[in-house]
């Protein structure tokens, strides 16, 4: 029936179709469970180099997926644990754990909503995204003049003003065009309402969490 519908619904050769539903059967052997946006999976699997690795898998998209992660890295740091690899795509996000002898505990991703939003308030000022949405908005409000109005000012010059520029207003928190790199940061690249939502829905058990530890 699912194949019939994948085929008629959503244009999918049958080939693809019967793919797709053998993925999720396999998916569901490894984990017991599918990701679907009340179940969350988290699988703990030792990658082709023996290192440990943590797959969060849900549906809920990079930006939510980018902050978590951002989160996650901060507080695995800051209680003294070793410097990990991530990364995320629409799927989810992964963190990888070379040399780590056991298995990670996974309760560091499973933080208060707070929580999260001030770990990646502390980390996303440092970011590259957060420099570039800084130069935009600040271009944008005529902060970088031209030097030459009839020509084009080479991007190194941009990047060095608008850094000397964040140097001095990052001493003003409420400086309109730090609050604006912000805001596009949290509201337009990454998704932190919905993220503090989900956490939120995990502290509730709105949202359920499996674990599955494969060595």
Not at 82 to 88: A, G
Not at 107 to 136: C, I
Not at 190 to 200: G, I, K, S, T
Request: glycine share 6%.
């Amino acid at each position: 029936v699912a194949v019939t519908a994948l085929v008629k619904d959503h244009d999918l050769e049958a080939g693809a179709a019967e793919n797709l539903m053998q993925y999720l059967a396999d998916q569901e052997i490894a984990t017991t469970v599918v990701p679907d946006d009340r179940n969350i999976v988290i699988e703990r699997v030792r990658d082709e180099l023996g290192n440990w690795r943590v797959c969060v898998l849900t549906p809920f998209g990079s930006r939510i997926h980018a902050p978590w992660a951002m989160a996650a890295v901060a507080k695995i740091r800051a209680g003294g644990g070793r410097d990990v690899e991530t990364m995320w795509t629409e799927d989810g996000f992964v963190l990888r754990f070379p040399e780590a002898d056991v298995a990670p505990n996974v309760e560091a991703l499973l933080m208060e909503p707070d929580e999260a939003a001030e770990l990646v308030m502390r980390q996303v000022g440092s970011t590259a995204l957060f420099a570039a949405k800084f130069r935009e908005s600040a271009a944008g409000a005529l902060l970088l003049p031209r030097r030459r109005m009839d020509g084009r000012t080479p991007l190194w010059q941009q990047r060095k003003r608008a850094y000397d520029l964040l140097s001095v207003a990052s001493n003003y928190p409420s400086f309109p065009i730090l609050l604006e790199a912000y805001r596009e940061c949290l509201r337009d690249v990454f998704d932190m309402p919905a993220l503090m939502e989900v956490l939120r829905g995990i502290r509730s058990e709105e949202r359920r969490v499996g674990k599955e530890c494969r060595s």
